[in-house]
């Protein structure tokens, strides 16, 4: 069996890592019966957004990058497609494995169904019901095409079925992302804090929680600390100033007063705080410290840490979950409802209305970390994923 997986961005690197560690027990146990093509479109190109994903969770590198770069949708999609049409022309594969929710794994369904190549979609079903955010179009048109629809959790099974997909092109398999979670947990819990902020500081800045005169705490290290994590990107929060500006006062003068921020900031924000004139402002205020995107060990270690999380992350709020961090997600909606509050997780949805993120945050401080496994969240998916592909009829 020929098998391509696609993958793009960032949050695609830690769902192939399990996958391909699956293909390679079966063949180990089967002779080297699968033969497994990943390709990157290369979507995420900077080394720290892809590189360093592929180092720290041990993927081999891409057989094949598609140098797509950046770009509008419409940019990255169609050269995905006439780039991926090639491959997969080329290599005439039994399936396509995407994952997730990203402008590759929308390119790829398109272009392997028109070749009449079955698709295997991990994570289908989600839905955030908001058509205005990209990742809702990719997983809509991606599920539709898809012959295979793996489900991380029963919620999506359900949005599958309301939408008609026949029962039996849907398999409900746990959440591929928490396999690595569970892999690297704990290399990661064995990192220190400090050592992370001083490692990946943005030029210009300063591990300023060092700095700080602390009295009665001289000898405490960082670590022992409370602290708060925040990653930002998506366009709904960064791409308005009137939106992204009260955001990032409400950080800087109030949670920065009660705890050190630290936030791997994402170019996408980077890019909009500068052209803003808010850049400035940020890097010199003493309670936040910018550090560059973080790697896959050292963001989980800093979960692990941290007090509290906000974020528009969906993979945080996952994660946040199985960690039992507190996590405010500035988001209106998720696709990911298992994680909220309401179904046992640790995520609240405060939009990006500062009251309610402010009453939210203050809910947050008094709040335990209470870690929560929804079902087949156990680190095993990876296998049932490729037991669903090998005994599709
Ligand atoms: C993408 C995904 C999103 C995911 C996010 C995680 C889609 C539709 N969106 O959004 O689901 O949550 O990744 O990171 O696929 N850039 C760099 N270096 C890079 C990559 C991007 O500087 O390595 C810049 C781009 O030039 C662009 C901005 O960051 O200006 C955003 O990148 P883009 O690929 O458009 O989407 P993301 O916002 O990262």
Request: proline content about 5%; hydrophobic content about 40%.
């Amino acid at each position: 069996m020929k098998i391509i997986s696609v993958v793009g961005a960032r949050p695609n690197f830690m769902k192939i890592a399990p996958f391909i560690r699956a293909v390679e027990k079966y063949n180990k146990e089967n002779s080297n019966s699968i033969e497994h093509i990943l390709v990157h479109t290369g979507q995420h190109y900077d080394d720290r957004m892809s590189m360093k994903f592929f180092q720290d969770l041990e993927i081999p590198e891409a057989d094949i990058n598609l140098g797509i770069g950046s770009g509008t949708h419409a940019e990255q999609v169609g050269q995905s497609m006439i780039e991926l049409e090639k491959v997969f022309i080329k290599e005439k594969p039994d399936w396509i494995v995407i994952y997730g929710d990203v402008n590759a794994t929308m390119a790829a369904s398109v272009t392997a169904k028109k070749l009449q190549i079955k698709v295997c979609h991990v994570e289908a079903g989600l839905r955030s019901y908001d058509e205005k955010m990209p990742e809702e179009i990719n997983r809509l048109v991606t599920d539709r095409l898809s012959d295979l629809l793996l489900t991380p959790d029963k919620l999506s099974i359900e949005n599958l079925k309301k939408e008609g997909v026949a029962d039996k092109k849907i398999k409900f398999v746990g959440n591929i992302m928490i396999d690595s979670l569970e892999a690297n947990r704990e290399k990661a819990s064995k990192l220190n804090v400090e050592d992370i902020i001083n490692n990946n500081l943005i030029e210009g800045q300063i591990n300023k929680e060092m700095e700080k005169e602390k009295p009665e705490a001289e000898d405490l290290p960082l670590h022992s600390l409370q602290f708060a994590l925040i990653t930002l990107h998506r366009p709904s929060n960064v791409d308005e100033k009137q939106i992204f500006e009260p955001i990032i006062h409400f950080l800087l003068d109030e949670v920065g007063k009660d705890m050190p921020i630290f936030w791997p900031i994402h170019p996408r924000a980077q890019k909009q705080l500068q052209s803003f004139g808010l850049w400035k402002e940020v890097v010199q205020n003493e309670n936040l410290v910018l550090l560059q995107p973080l790697g896959y060990h050292e963001m989980l270690r800093m979960n692990m840490g941290a007090k509290v999380m906000l974020t528009d992350s969906g993979g945080l709020q996952e994660e946040c979950t199985i960690l039992g961090t507190p996590c405010l997600t500035l988001r209106w909606n998720t696709e990911r409802p298992i994680t909220l509050r309401e179904h046992g997780g640790a995520s609240v949805l405060v939009g990006n209305n500062i009251e309610k993120l402010r009453k939210e945050y203050q809910k947050s401080l008094n709040l335990e970390r209470i870690p929560e496994r929804p079902n087949l969240w156990d680190g095993n998916t990876a296998g049932r994923c490729l037991d669903a592909i090998l005994s599709y009829k």
